[in-house]
């Protein structure tokens, strides 16, 4: 390591900025939309405290060197505990609103999913960044899919349908980026479709083959499984160009949109902001997405452009979900977005991504690519 990199540990903190900018801003627009009406408990306050732990875990992982995570031996012991932690959700806790998703720790709730994602993104990064050139052997797609197939099947038994399918959008996203064959490309395709059938006739339970069913009229059902998505996109279009101000959000506040603070904080944020403010928000998105992937152009390592990759796809992948159900463009799943909807859980999992992809841009920078590789890609 560089002394320029021992003398200077914060400096991923100031080259990255936007990186931990944007998202608290992001987070206190979300913070702004959870006070409620009335002398109803306020979650903000609460909030505000997740994200200043999670603005110390970016500063955290930022400064440390998180070089570590390439080791073999790390991402197996890391993949082993979530696998296990996801396991353990099934026989060691009981549902909450129909899914076994969380351990509650009295004073707060953890989901063991939310670290998932990151393992999840460091192993397929490192088994990606050694074998990318041989990538048109269908065997390591094969096997990279069987390393994506265990945690998804947990998530999806929970059930978490919504987590799961991000698990496996990333997965898709990382195959493509690796450069998959047109032939193996089309092989998957098929094989999910025919999975999509199968997940259909086995898997799903009725409440969600309702949702799915619905989202494409939701007035055909507004009291039944067509009711979330019909409140969410009467929030939307209630709030017109400039919104109806904050905490003046009817449709949230008075609680017709259910889990206005999570799976419909999106919804919730144009009643009251308006088109203006979702563009505003949108903007804010963009910009932390287009960064991360020139971060990972100019990345020192495969692995470090594969593991950046791999955190710009689960959040594309969670904002474009979130909005889409919002909108009632796609199927309910209970989907939360980056850094505005509420929960501690999600929030240190995404910044903590943020800060390990800092980390690995300033030591990318300060050490010469061929050594990187020589002591960390072993």
């Known amino acids: 390591m560089s002394e320029q990199v021992r003398r200077h540990p914060f400096s991923a903190l100031l080259a990255e900025w936007p990186l931990l900018v944007i998202p608290i801003a992001l987070a206190l ?20 405290i997740w994200v200043g732990g999670a603005a110390l875990v970016f500063i955290i992982c930022s400064a440390l060197d998180m ?22 959700l099934l026989v060691a806790t009981h549902a909450v609103q129909g899914a076994k998703s969380w351990f509650d720790l009295g004073a707060f709730s953890f989901q063991p999913a939310d ?46 349908l919504g987590t799961a399918v991000i698990l496996g959008l990333v997965w898709f ?19 999910g ?5 199968l997940l259909w006739t086995f898997a799903l339970r009725d409440y969600q083959k309702a949702r799915i069913v619905t989202f494409v009229n939701p007035a055909a059902d507004i009291r039944g499984s067509g009711y979330n998505a019909y409140q969410a996109m009467v929030a939307v279009g209630s709030g017109e160009v400039m919104g109806k101000g904050i905490g003046y959000g009817t449709q949230s506040k008075l609680r017709f949109l259910p889990e206005y603070e999570t799976d419909f904080i999106f919804a919730s944020f144009a009643e009251e902001w308006g088109f203006i403010g979702i ?31 791999g955190i710009t796809l689960i959040l594309f992948a969670h904002i474009f979900i979130h909005a889409g159900i919002n909108l009632g463009v796609l199927p309910v799943t209970g ?10 859980s999600h929030l240190l999992m995404e910044f903590a991504g943020l800060g390990i992809v800092a980390s690995l841009a300033r030591h990318g920078r300060a050490t010469p690519r061929d050594a990187a590789l020589q002591e960390y890609e072993g």
């Open 115 to 160: 670290p998932a994602k990151i393992i999840f993104v460091a192993l397929l990064a490192k088994y990606f960044s050694r074998r990318h050139m041989e990538i048109g052997d269908f065997r390591h797609v094969f096997v990279s899919g069987l390393y994506a197939g265990i945690p998804i099947l947990l998530v999806l038994v929970q059930p978490d």
């Open 279 to 309: 563009t505003l928000v949108l903007i804010l998105y963009s910009f932390l997405l287009l960064r991360l992937i020139s971060i990972a152009q100019r990345a020192a390592t495969n692995f470090d452009a594969f593991f950046t990759i």
């Open 67 to 88: 070089r570590f995570i390439r080791r073999t031996p790390v991402l197996i012991t890391g993949y082993v505990v979530v696998i296990g932690l996801l396991a353990l």
């Open 193 to 197: 479709v025919i999975a999509a059938g």
């Open 173 to 191: 996203g990382m195959i493509l980026v690796s450069g998959i064959s047109k032939k193996h490309l089309a092989l998957i395709l098929a094989v």
């Open 335 to 344: 989907t939360t977005i980056p850094f505005m909807s509420y929960g501690g």
């Open 29 to 48: 627009l979300g913070v702004l939309t959870m006070h409620p009406f009335g002398e109803a408990e306020s979650l903000a306050p609460r909030q505000l």
